[in-house]
């Protein structure tokens, strides 16, 4: 009888210590884990489950807050927490969609000028120079990613506008036949005014 008194005495005494231990544990990780979002260098933790944990802070900082889904936005707002569990997949998303805006704002910038130097060259009565130029424009919107031909139309048709000001009817008509073969989607306007170009620049190398 003793014996077993002892022995559920010692259970007991074990189970009081392992609870103990158990939340001693549990106020360290708790600790460890704020810690980490104050602390300047760690702003941003994987949390398990394909999230991690960001600071506001951090977010700001990077220019991300502003690109993440409105629901997760909404979200920050109304529970005004220091900090955002993100999806990674999420968060990448973010990253190349600033990404993608700041090299697309660049592009344009470097279309725009190049477009200017055109310009005043052709103001210059340097067509030959000012073509050149507006080719350089033409090739560093086609290679992209990020910018479309609105972004560079203009020097689309500039650059046919000079072709055939210096009759240069065979380039011109390799450029056309490009750019109908390029933008098959473009509207009905712009494609039916290349195909007449074009078909007027082969009957002058057909002559």
């Given amino acids: ?5 002892i022995i559920i005495v010692v259970f007991v005494i074990i189970a009081v210590v392992a609870h103990g231990n158990s939340n001693k544990d549990e106020k360290e990780y708790q600790t460890k ?4 979002l104050n602390t300047k260098t760690d ?13 506001v802070q951090e977010l700001k900082s990077k220019n991300l807050l502003n ?20 999806d990674t997949d999420v968060l990448e998303a973010a990253k190349k969609k600033r990404d993608d805006y700041k090299n697309s704002e660049k592009g344009f910038n470097d279309i725009i000028n190049l477009r200017n130097k055109a310009k005043a060259l ?3 009565k340097k067509s030959s120079e000012a ?5 350089q424009s033409i ?3 086609e290679r992209s990613e990020q910018l479309s031909i609105n972004n560079y139309a203009y020097d689309i048709q ?10 240069e009817f065979e380039k011109l008509s390799h450029f056309l036949q490009d750019k109908i073969n390029r933008y098959p989607d473009l509207r009905d306007k712009e494609i039916k005014d290349w195909k007449n170009r074009l078909e007027k620049a082969n009957q002058k190398l057909s002559k």
């Fill in 67 to 86: 690109n993440l889904p409105v629901d997760i936005f909404i979200k920050y707002l109304k529970t005004g927490k220091s900090y955002i569990d993100i």
């Fill in 122 to 124: 052709e103001k210059q």
């Fill in 131 to 135: 073509l050149e130029i507006y080719l």
């Fill in 43 to 55: 702003r941003i933790k994987k949390t398990g489950h394909n999230k991690t944990r960001v600071s």
């Fill in 158 to 167: 500039r650059a046919i506008i000079l072709y055939g000001k210096l009759k």
């Fill in 33 to 36: 884990r704020y810690d980490n």
């Fill in 139 to 141: 090739g560093l919107g």
């Fill in 1 to 5: 009888m003793v014996a077993l008194i």
